[in-house]
């Protein structure tokens, strides 16, 4: 079919009938960088349909019905791959050499658990999306490699526990998405590795106490969302924000909500104020 085609660069097949992708499928685009297939009924994809386009770089999979995905068949200059919106409950990286990999998007599929090999050979990831899966715990080897990631989305997922040093590795993280979970505790070191960290998105749990040490190493955050928590004890909030936000630094800082009703925290003109509302 494209076996003339040798100058395509782009190619867009979505919102199609597609079940299946063959082996040599697509022989003959040896230019080709962008494949879009979108939307399709796509099951399966056999090992050598995509291997050998040798340029590909973006790679767009969502919203297809596929439940597993050998991701070390895809050619090595693969920078991207969206894989949202399937069925995805497994993935094959064994021996996987995508050096070139900085994006992957698994959100919306039915991801319960991470095999501690899935990530641990890209090195040069920059975005991992596992949003809207079904994740119950974080091991702390399952990122163990991620050292140069920099965003991180676990939000509507299941997670009730994670492991102290899951995110140690993650020296250069500036997003952590942890919204919308079951975590009811948060490890004191759980963080201790983050400095480079701007925003960390803790809403939507079932927290309620917080150790006055668990930000401690946060210097760089200016964006805490614990919106609609089950926090009750405050008494030590005050110490617990002036470890991570110095006043010299606040300009530097937007906003830290809360979401217990009865209290609003911000800062003002270089002042750490704790509003006792009526509301």
Same mark, same amino acid.
């Given at each position: ?7 395509? =660069?782009?190619?867009? !097949? ?11 499928a697509?022989i ?10 979108k939307?399709n ?8 349909s995509?291997?050998? *386009?040798?340029?590909? $770089?973006?790679? #767009?999979?969502?919203?297809?019905s596929?439940?597993e ?14 894989? @949202?919106?399937?069925? %995805? ?5 064994? $021996? *996987?050499?995508?050096? $070139?990999? =900085? ?9 319960? /658990? ?5 990530f641990? +050979?890209?090195?040069? !990831? &920059? ?16 990122f @163990?490699?991620?050292?140069? *990631?920099?965003?991180?989305?676990l ?5 009730s526990? %994670?492991?102290?040093? +899951?995110?140690?590795?993650? /020296?250069? !993280?500036?997003?952590?998405?942890l919204s ?11 963080? &201790?590795? *983050?400095?480079?960290?701007r925003?960390? $998105? ?5 927290i309620?106490?917080?150790n @006055?040490? =668990? ?7 200016s964006?805490l969302n ?8 405050? +008494?030590?909030?005050?110490d617990?924000l ?11 800082? #937007? ?19 704790? #509003?006792?509302?009526?509301?």
């Amino acid at each position: 079919l494209f076996e003339n085609q040798n100058k395509l =660069v782009r190619l867009e !097949l979505n919102y199609n009938n597609i079940e299946y992708l063959l082996n040599g499928a697509f022989i003959g685009l040896i230019n080709l960088e962008y494949l879009e297939m979108k939307s399709n009924k796509l099951r399966y994809i056999e090992p050598f349909s995509i291997r050998y *386009l040798t340029r590909l $770089k973006s790679f #767009h999979l969502e919203k297809n019905s596929l439940s597993e995905f050998d991701l070390k068949s895809m050619p090595r200059q693969l920078n991207e791959i969206d894989l @949202s919106f399937n069925q %995805i409950k497994k993935i094959s990286t064994f $021996k *996987l050499q995508l050096n $070139k990999l =900085v994006k992957i998007k698994l959100s919306y599929n039915n991801l319960k /658990t991470i095999e501690n090999d899935w990530f641990n +050979t890209l090195f040069n !990831l &920059r975005d991992l999306n596992l949003d809207n899966n079904y994740l119950g715990f974080l091991k702390k080897d399952y990122f @163990s490699n991620l050292f140069g *990631l920099y965003y991180l989305d676990l939000s509507f997922n299941q997670i009730s526990s %994670i492991q102290m040093d +899951t995110f140690m590795s993650m /020296t250069k !993280l500036l997003e952590l998405d942890l919204s919308s979970n079951c975590l009811f505790f948060l490890n004191r070191n759980l963080f &201790r590795n *983050l400095e480079n960290l701007r925003s960390l $998105k803790l809403n939507d749990n079932r927290i309620k106490h917080l150790n @006055s040490f =668990v930000f401690e190493n946060l210097k760089s955050l200016s964006f805490l969302n614990m919106s609609n928590n089950l926090l009750q004890n405050f +008494t030590k909030l005050k110490d617990l924000l002036l470890k991570i936000l110095p006043l010299e630094d606040t300009e530097k800082i #937007h906003k830290y909500r809360f979401g217990n009703p009865a209290f609003r925290i911000w800062l003002d003109e270089a002042k750490l104020a704790i #509003h006792q509302s009526i509301e």
